[in-house]
């Protein structure tokens, strides 16, 4: 008898879903996953599209008929947009931000960082847009490529923190650093210095040809019950099965990090995390983390179907807690027919 995971859905008036990864099928890279709880909705953007997807469960995605820009910005490089994400800012805004490279020269930023990738950002006062576009880049850097961006607004001091990666894993510059700032209240500006919050520096996330190392994709949440910062990223390189969800925890989103001993979702098996066949999903990475209204928590990631079918599939996991650190179930993407129970059946 197969075992059965329970992931949570937030209405507490649903019912039941049972559903088997992927939630979303098809070519869907780097799912970034808001609530919205004035419409009681998910929304999803992903890598390539501007458009918009959601859901009133984390399992059943539809197109909404929106899209947080009618067009990219005329600063950005056409045909190129990555890893956008939507995060409330403040008490009545919202911001779309994204990865492209910087194309156009526009004021106050460094004419050195044009082709370099960049992020951009665009406000709205509802999740699901329409955003207007700052008119540049947020992060432009003149020597490497910023990309990946993420955003944490710290529920116990109302400060904003923007996250991203530094683009540079080559044989002359190996590491690739994952940044943070604080931003503005209106989440439009830098504010003070930056800072690597970690470095490529665990076994697991190395990429075994090539003798190089990667960590991308940051997310960050503060768990009010252990009392901890939590910063997920993936490890590895995205398009192989050496791809990887890792964790660190801090007390402070500044701060410093002390990171899991290994990957909390993977698809290798045994020691040292040799790859294995196991799964019919391989190289989980690039999580949206979510704590849902009603108390649990989920992530949603993007996985390989084997021997790459369809592309990067959407999946969706329980998170739990053990002894401060989070855990999903066999670490390991569920494949098997999974219950979805609403929280008032928990």
């Not at 879903?17 to 070519?27: C, H, K």
């Not at 409330?88 to 004419?111: C, D, S």
């Not at 960050?220 to 660190?248: E, I």
């Amino acid at each position: 008898m197969q075992s059965l995971r329970v992931l949570a859905l937030c209405a507490a008036s649903a019912a039941a879903v049972e559903y088997r990864n992927p939630v979303l099928a098809g070519d869907c890279p780097d799912p970034g996953v808001v609530y919205d709880p004035a419409a009681d909705m998910y929304y999803m953007v992903n890598t390539g599209r501007l458009t918009i997807r959601q859901s009133p469960n984390l399992v059943n995605w539809t197109e909404s008929g929106k899209s947080y820009y009618p067009a990219l910005p005329a600063w950005t490089a056409p045909g190129y947009l990555w890893a956008p994400e939507v995060h409330k800012v403040n008490a009545t805004h919202y911001a779309v931000m994204f990865t492209t490279p910087y194309a156009q020269n526009v004021t106050g930023v460094p004419v050195a960082a044009k082709g370099q990738l960049s992020v951009g950002i665009g406000h709205s006062t509802s999740a699901s847009g329409p955003f207007t576009d700052l008119g540049r880049p947020i992060v432009a850097d003149a020597v490497y490529g910023s990309i990946d961006q993420s955003f944490f607004r710290d529920p116990k001091t109302g400060r904003n923190y923007l996250m991203w990666k530094r683009d540079s894993e080559t044989p002359t510059q190996p590491s690739t650093p994952i940044y943070i700032q604080e931003v503005t209240q209106g989440a439009d500006a830098l504010v003070g210095e930056r800072k690597v919050m970690i470095q490529d520096d665990q076994v697991w996330e190395q990429v075994p040809a090539g003798g190089l190392s990667n960590i991308e994709a940051p997310w960050m949440v503060y768990n009010n019950a252990t009392g901890y910062y939590y910063l997920f990223y993936s490890g590895g390189m995205f398009d192989g099965p050496y791809y990887n969800v890792g964790v660190a925890r801090a007390t402070s989103p500044m701060g410093n990090w002390t990171k899991f001993s290994g990957p909390i979702l993977h698809t290798r098996w045994g020691a040292p995390y040799v790859v294995g066949a196991a799964t019919d999903f391989y190289g989980p990475g690039h999580p949206s983390i979510l704590q849902r209204p009603c108390g649990t928590w989920a992530m949603v990631y993007h996985a390989w179907g084997k021997n790459k079918g369809g592309g990067r599939h959407v999946m969706a996991d329980t998170i739990v807690w053990k002894e401060g650190w989070p855990r999903v179930v066999s670490d390991t993407p569920s494949f098997e027919l999974t219950e979805m129970l609403s929280c008032a059946e928990q």
